[in-house]
């Protein structure tokens, strides 16, 4: 019986770490603070000419609320453009976030955005 308790602690702790290691360096936590709902979110390398898909699917970010956007371990580009689309169908687009050194980016009324 407590070979088999072994075993499973073992193997929980494998299956946990693995997620872990599945994370992105990318990952952030995105803040709305536009004053209005986000639609759509897309995040694109910098040196990319194409929006990717939106990030937010279904979903809508209303303002003052946040989301964690999470990478998967194969993305490598350090530099990331943000692109918003708001409620009232407007769009805004912020570049150049360094998403390796970034943890939470925070968009703002004015169309700035802070980062930590």
């Known amino acids: 019986m407590k070979k088999w308790s072994i075993l499973f602690v073992l193997t929980f702790s494998l299956l946990l770490s693995c997620s872990v290691a599945f994370a992105g360096a990318q990952d952030f936590t995105l803040v709305n603070q536009t004053g209005q709902p986000i639609s759509e979110l897309y995040v694109s390398p910098a040196s990319s000419n194409d929006w990717q898909e939106d990030v937010l699917g279904v979903d809508v970010l209303g303002n003052d609320e946040n989301v964690h956007i999470t990478f998967n371990n194969g993305d490598r580009a350090a530099h990331w453009d943000l ?34």
């Not at 169908?89 to 360094?98: C, I, K, L, M, Q």
């Open 83 to 116: 692109k918003a689309v708001l409620a009232d169908g407007s769009s805004r687009v912020y570049s150049d976030f360094n998403l390796k050194k970034i943890s939470v980016i925070t968009l703002k009324s004015n169309g700035d955005a802070s980062y930590q």
